[in-house]
């Protein structure tokens, strides 16, 4: 085997670590109007998380409010999409929807 062999794995592996390396933006609550599941918050998933997350799936059935509840009340909504922006998988939220989310927790995501 030639000598680059040994280093073109580790570099493939940190360029594909970095390039996964999103830009965070920092979600900020700026409306007064109230936010809910059913006035905003559902537009929001239903249009970003249901190709993963639909009736059925095994990483977590987000498509009604009762199956949000435990991610919601575990803090694990809030880790994944708002802190670590880590959901949508392969996919970015706009600033916009993160800031309605934002709001929608700092309110006690309330249903309706
Ligand atoms: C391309 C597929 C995909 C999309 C789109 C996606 N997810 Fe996920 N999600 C996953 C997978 C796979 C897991 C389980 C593995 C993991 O935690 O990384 C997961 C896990 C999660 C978890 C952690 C669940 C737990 O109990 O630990 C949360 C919360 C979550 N997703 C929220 C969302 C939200 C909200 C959206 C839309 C804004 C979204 N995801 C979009 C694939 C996706």
């Given amino acids: 085997m030639k000598k680059i062999g040994f280093y073109t794995l580790p570099i493939s592996i940190l360029l594909f670590l970095l390039s996964c390396n999103k830009?965070?933006?920092?979600?900020?609550?700026?409306?007064?109007?109230?936010?809910?599941?059913?006035?905003h918050a559902k537009a929001i998933i239903d249009n970003n998380?249901?190709?993963?997350?639909?009736?059925g799936s095994d990483n977590g059935e987000y498509n009604t409010y009762a199956g949000l509840k435990t991610v919601l009340d575990n803090g694990k909504f809030e880790t994944e999409v708002?802190?670590?922006?880590?959901?949508?998988?392969?996919?970015?939220?706009?600033?916009?929807?993160?800031?309605?989310l934002q709001c929608w927790l700092e309110g006690g995501y309330l249903e309706n």
């Fill in 23 to 39: 830009d965070k933006t920092v979600p900020t609550c700026s409306t007064t109007e109230d936010v809910s599941y059913n006035s």
């Fill in 82 to 100: 708002l802190v670590d922006q880590s959901m949508p998988r392969f996919n970015d939220l706009t600033q916009e929807d993160l800031d309605i």
């Fill in 49 to 55: 998380c249901m190709k993963c997350h639909d009736a």
